[in-house]
């Protein structure tokens, strides 16, 4: 196998079609990552989130990151690493952009609305409060791993 690293270019194209990822944000020297449904544009990612543990430590340190791949299988995947600054689209300055984030993630359908029922209903607290932010992008970088020949005889004599 033999891992290289990938373009700008290929970075957005794989966050083209990927909308899964895992969040990462961090507190007081302490990590937290979750994985989240999420749409990519240049220069931003959006999420739908509900208010929780990932919220509270976003809006006390704004710089996050968020991890996508696509694997075929162990010896070929490719994987983007964004690193972002946490933006919460809350308020009537936002409103459009909120507007705008909701119907991008709606291409992904209404996947948002069964959690939250669920987690309404599970907490029996119809107040629970959601909200979508952006992450502005600072920094990109991916990696693709490759067979190489001998990866491909390697798995053959072991069949």
């Given amino acids: 196998m033999r891992i290289t690293a990938i ?9 083209k079609r990927l909308y ?3 969040l990462g944000c961090a507190l007081d020297n302490q990590p937290h990552i979750v994985p989240v449904y ?19 430590w976003m809006r ?23 690193t972002g600054t946490y933006l919460e689209l809350t308020g009537p300055q ?14 992904y ?7 939250l029922a669920e987690r309404r209903e599970q907490t029996a607290d119809l107040s629970i409060q959601t909200l979508f932010f952006r992450i502005d992008i600072n920094s990109m970088s991916g990696l693709r791993a490759m067979y ?8 053959w004599r072991s069949n």
């Fill in 148 to 155: 190489e020949a001998e990866d491909t005889a390697r798995t």
């Fill in 7 to 15: 373009s700008q270019h290929e970075c957005s194209e794989l966050l």
């Fill in 38 to 56: 999420f749409s990519y544009e240049p220069d931003s990612i959006y999420i739908f989130s509900t208010v929780g543990k990932k919220i509270e």
């Fill in 60 to 82: 006390q340190n704004p710089k996050v990151c968020l991890q996508a791949d696509e694997i075929v299988d162990g010896l070929e995947w490719l994987s983007v690493i964004v």
């Fill in 94 to 107: 936002y409103d459009a952009q909120r507007e705008h984030a909701q119907e991008r993630l709606a291409e």
């Fill in 109 to 115: 359908s209404e996947w948002w609305r069964i959690p």
């Fill in 20 to 22: 899964i990822g895992r």
